[in-house]
Nanobody, 115 residues
Framework: QVQLVESGGGLVQPGGSLRLSCTASGSILRSYNMRWYRQAPGEQRELVAT???????NYADSVKGRFTISRNNAENTVLLQMNSLKAEDTAVYYCSATNPPLTYWGQGTQVTVSS
């Protein structure tokens, strides 16, 4: 069993930055593929960024060049550095941990980009 807790969300002005953190307990994340998703009101959940157990990364086109996903296996943590934030980045951000057939989700953290 894996418990995931996201933190770091908040209110930021357009062009600003936030760093989201996802910390796991109950298991070691080293063997898990980690992902950040987001869901805006009235929208479907969207995959934002992936980092595999080997450290390979992938990003949605909408965040390429602005967001960076990284992992610290020693601290059982995955980070999402978000720069040059836009109003359309406003959403609840969720992290997930996958080691097939198992997938675990955090409770989400709100990110609001507004002036």
């Amino acid at each position: 069993q894996v418990q995931l807790v996201e933190s770091g969300g908040g209110l930021v002005q357009p062009g600003g930055s936030l760093r989201l953190s996802c910390t796991a307990s109950g298991s070691i994340l080293r063997s898990y593929n980690m992902r950040w998703y987001r869901q805006a009101p009235g929208e479907q959940r969207e995959l934002v960024a992936t980092i595999t157990s080997l450290g390979h990364t992938n990003y949605a086109d909408s965040v390429k060049g602005r967001f960076t996903i990284s992992r610290n296996n020693a601290e059982n943590t995955v980070l999402l550095q978000m720069n040059s934030l836009k109003a359309e980045d406003t959403a609840v951000y969720y992290c997930s941990a996958t080691n097939p057939p198992l997938t675990y989700w955090g409770q989400g953290t709100q990110v609001t980009v507004s002036s």
